[in-house]
């Protein structure tokens, strides 16, 4: 089955830096489109970043535009986001996604059939 596994959350002062990887197992990782969400307690949901799968175009939220590259090594079925400058208000819980089929629709969650657990960034001032 597909599992996709996230790490690389941490505590980091702000303006600071992190990389997240998510690791894929159990699908052919270069047919899947692949996303980055993340939930802050008492929020809804919110896209953050994607990857497309042939192309390897990359789509941002506008809030994390200029500060966080999202990029995906199809050799070792891992995609990665790197954070850069980092803000308190990106204190959250950060989860990884994929799905064959979201091509103009990759901020959309509901797209996606496949999640990991998730990873805990939290960014002091």
């Known amino acids: 089955q597909v599992q996709l596994v996230e790490s690389g959350g941490g505590l980091v002062q702000a303006g600071g830096s992190l990389r997240l990887s998510c690791a894929a197992s159990g699908l052919i990782f270069s047919r899947y489109y692949m996303g980055w969400f993340r939930q802050a307690p008492g929020k809804a949901r919110e896209f953050v970043a994607a990857i497309r799968r042939s192309s390897g175009g990359t789509v941002y939220a506008d809030s994390v535009k200029g500060r966080f590259t999202m990029f995906r090594d199809n050799a070792k079925n891992t995609v990665y986001l790197q954070m850069n400058n980092l803000k308190p208000e990106d204190t959250a819980v950060y989860y990884c996604?994929?799905?064959?089929?979201?091509?103009?629709?990759?901020?959309?969650?509901?797209?996606?059939?496949?999640w990991g657990q998730g990873t805990q960034v939290t960014v002091s001032s």
């Open positions: 996604a994929a799905d064959p089929r979201v091509y103009g629709r990759e901020n959309q969650g509901s797209e996606y059939d496949y």
